[in-house]
């Protein structure tokens, strides 16, 4: 993984660059941001670079036995953790990420770096109920597999894949560590939910905030997969939100139908929310209690992007609305609904929900809660 192999995200890879070239290499970091942003992709191109004994233009150079070892995820000095589990586990049975690293490598492979943690999740076949984990025995992996001399490379390399995943006990166990590596190790965490770590890792890291990749990078990448028409193009990389994974769904068609079920619910909860259904809201909150939490989440997403556009509508800025079809359709009648009384409170509701869906709450409770709330501030304005 070069970092030429990365979309976009220019600023960010010259920094990166120059850090390496300058020797200001931090022994514990945290890469922020969403998978489709390619903080995970931008995190082992940055080890690369960093291992490659041929950089040159800013770049490591792909071809040594360094770079291809750790293109492939299978570098003797690169050790890998990322939140597992399995159906069917037996009461106490320990799930640790190398017994899965064949899985990971192939899913990072075929997906370019850009690994979503619900891809990594449908690899897995967790269903809706269990979730992955990184647990203390994991922990304890990581602190021997760090106490040995490196094979190959000037650093070891720990590059832990959503920390989020790690119980209480587990981060504990790494504190240590964290604040007192062994010579030349290298610490790597790669979050899409920072908020969800103990404040004493995030004390002890250095940040590395991977942004939303640029309109106008993902406009050329929909182009580049075969969207000919400019204005679709165009719009594709607004609703994909700086997220190229969610570009390329947009592109295949692939969230049609995911989009067109969280479209579904969100006309649901509003027309319900309006008529002050409080029976039919609580069905709402079961209907939406039984999707994935990924799910859950996504389609929190859309709401939020739902209740954005009306408000454009509402304000009269059309040219700036990026809507068609039925969600247009519906967007614009309901746009008189949504105004600037009620938009800050309604987002904070969606952040409140999905903060919490996010920290496992029950979301039965958690659905009910929201659409009770939301219901008290549909209003025509």
């Known amino acids: 993984m070069r970092f030429a192999d990365i979309i976009g995200q220019e600023d960010l890879k010259r920094h990166l660059v120059q850090s390496v070239d300058a020797g200001r290499v931090s022994h514990a970091q945290l890469f922020t941001g969403r998978a489709g942003a390619g903080a995970l992709a931008l995190a082992v191109a940055y080890v690369q670079y960093l291992c490659c004994r041929h950089r040159h233009d800013g770049d490591s150079c792909g071809e040594c036995p360094d770079c291809r070892q750790i293109a492939a995820l299978a570098h003797p000095d690169l050790h890998l953790v990322f939140p597992v589990n399995k159906q069917g586990k037996k009461s106490g049975e320990a799930m ?8 990971f490598r192939e899913l990072f492979a075929a997906r370019g770096g850009y690994v979503s943690p619900q891809d990594w999740y449908d690899k897995l076949d967790l269903g809706k109920t269990l979730k992955g984990l990184i647990t203390a025995r994991e922990a304890d992996g990581i602190i021997r597999k760090l106490s040995f001399k490196s094979f190959e490379a000037d650093y070891k390399t720990m590059l832990v894949w959503l920390p989020e995943a790690m119980n209480e006990e587990a981060a504990n166990k790494i504190l240590k560590i964290l604040e007192e590596p062994w010579e030349r190790t290298l610490f790597i965490l790669v979050s899409e939910q920072p908020d969800r770590l103990l404040k004493t890792i995030l004390s002890r890291t250095q940040e590395v905030a991977v942004p939303r990749i640029a309109p106008e990078v993902l406009e050329r990448e929909a182009a580049r997969r075969g969207v000919d028409d400019p204005v679709r193009a165009r719009n594709m990389a607004r609703l994909a939100g700086g997220d190229l994974l969610e570009l390329q769904h947009l592109a295949a068609g692939e969230s049609d139908a995911l989009r067109k079920e969280n479209f579904d619910l969100f006309c649901s909860l ?11 809201l609580i069905g709402w909150a079961e209907e939406a209690a039984q999707l994935s939490r990924e799910q859950q989440r996504a389609m929190l997403r859309d709401a939020a992007r739902l209740l954005r556009e009306s408000y454009m509508l509402h304000a009269g800025l059309h040219e700036i609305c990026y809507l068609w079809g039925e969600e247009l359709a519906f967007c614009s009648k309901f746009a008189p609904f949504v105004g600037s009384q009620n938009i800050e409170p309604l987002i904070d509701q969606i952040e409140s929900a999905s903060a919490q869906i996010a920290q496992n709450g029950n979301p039965t409770i958690v659905f009910t809660h929201f659409a009770l709330a939301v219901s008290k501030m549909i209003k025509h304005l």
């Open 96 to 103: 640790l990420s190398d017994e899965f690293l064949p899985q």
């Open 270 to 280: 509003m027309r319900l929310s309006y008529n002050d259904k409080h029976l039919e």
